[in-house]
């Protein structure tokens, strides 16, 4: 796991920790925040297993694992532009 996943996770449980002092405004709501979180957490956890299995390959030098950029669309071709 990066540091940089690592950081991620601990701005999650901040972010979990800022929403439960906020005022209660529907019973549901601390619930589906933490399950919110907890599908978050599942993803940024998945990378470092999806990496170790060997479902994608780290490019020399890249701090993005080899996936796109998250400001391009993936859908878009050399012809497109």
Known sequence: MTEEEKQLLA???ECYNA???LPLYHPADVAEFTQAIHTCQNLVFARAGMLDYGYFEVPKGSTRRGLPDATTN???TD???
Do not use: E, I
């Open 11 to 13: 701005q999650l449980a």
């Open 19 to 21: 929403f439960v002092k």
């Open 74 to 76: 993936s859908n878009t």
């Open 79 to 81: 012809q497109d532009a």
